[in-house]
Nanobody
Framework: QVHLVESGGGSVQAGGSLRLSCAAS????????TGWFRQAPGKEREFVAAITWSRKTSYADSVKGRFTISRDNTKNMVYLQMNSLKAGDTAVYYC??????????????WGQGTQVTVSS
């Protein structure tokens, strides 16, 4: 069982930065694939970034070059550094974890979400 809790969301002006954190419980978390998804009002949830247990990363085209995902397995933490934020990045951001990979959009575990609002 893995429990995920996100933090770090907030309001920022376009061009600004935020760092999201995801705290995970569970002794086997270091072996899980993890990642971030987001859902804007009236839209479906979409993939943002993923990182495997071996730290291989992947990103949605819309955030490539602006967002960076990382993890600290000693602390059971996953991070999403978001730079050059745009109004279109406004959404609720969710942390996810899976025994294999979250890239396909499915995951064994989800956090409750944290709101990110970018004003133009």
């Amino acid at each position: 069982q893995v429990h995920l809790v996100e933090s770090g969301g907030g309001s920022v002006q376009a061009g600004g930065s935020l760092r999201l954190s995801c705290a995970a419980s569970g002794r086997t978390f270091s072996t899980y694939g993890t990642g971030w998804f987001r859902q804007a009002p009236g839209k479906e949830r979409e993939f943002v970034a993923a990182i495997t247990w071996s730290r291989k990363t992947s990103y949605a085209d819309s955030v490539k070059g602006r967002f960076t995902i990382s993890r600290d397995n000693t602390k059971n933490m996953v991070y999403l550094q978001m730079n050059s934020l745009k109004a279109g990045d406004t959404a609720v951001y969710y942390c996810a974890a899976d025994r294999v990979s979250v890239v396909g959009g499915t995951a064994d575990y989800w956090g409750q979400g944290t709101q990110v609002t970018v004003s133009s």
